[in-house]
């Protein structure tokens, strides 16, 4: 599906783009402290070994794509074998052409339930160079947080393949974890 979407957003360094459907992706790496996971099913979600470390590195990609017009929910779900600190990446599904690369909004993250610690993306810090980054995340590349993108004129993370948000999680042994990502593609991309 694709639509040109009208967006007066080039003041601000974005440009519009056609609106593609997009697909979220999730790494969930436990390698840097061998921490080894039970991946769980969870609807509209599949889950793929990294082959290097089957048992230690997830991707997770969605079956659907998420249009522009709508908030979806996806969900990810893991138990991990022993505690340590594990890396999650959010962003789009790879392409091989970069500007085919999807751009997604990221309205917010759930853990079992709950909002994640700053997963509403309000509170933030400014790096040396400018760029506005919530507390407990980093932003890779071009992935910005954009104050009003989200849902109700909520805070929203823009990112896709190549420039993604990402945050460290101290796990449990035999605990479950459920993150919940709240997304839409996206319709504007950052400007070169």
Do not use: C
């Amino acid at each position: 599906m694709k639509k040109l979407l009208t967006v007066t957003l080039l003041a601000a360094g974005f440009v519009a783009l056609p609106a593609n459907d997009a697909v979220l992706r999730v790494d969930v790496n436990g390698v840097r402290d061998n921490v080894a996971f039970t991946f769980r099913p969870t609807e509209g979600m599949k889950a793929v070994p990294v082959k290097q470390n089957p048992e230690h590195h997830i991707i997770y990609s969605a079956v659907n794509e998420a249009g522009p017009a709508e908030w979806n929910d996806y969900k990810i779900r893991f138990t991990p074998g022993t505690s340590g600190t594990v890396s999650i990446a959010v962003g789009g599904q790879y392409a091989k052409l970069p500007e085919d690369r999807a751009w997604l909004l990221i309205n917010g993250i759930r853990l079992n339930g709950k909002l994640y610690a700053n997963g509403d993306f309000v509170k933030t810090y400014t790096t040396k160079d400018g760029k506005v980054v919530p507390y407990g995340f980093w932003l890779s590349g071009k992935a910005s947080r954009l104050p009003k993108a989200g849902d109700k004129d909520t805070p929203a993370i823009l990112v896709n393949h190549d420039n993604r948000l990402s945050f460290n999680i101290k796990v449990k042994a035999g605990r479950e974890y459920e993150f919940e990502f709240k997304i839409r593609a996206a319709a504007s991309i950052p400007a070169e």
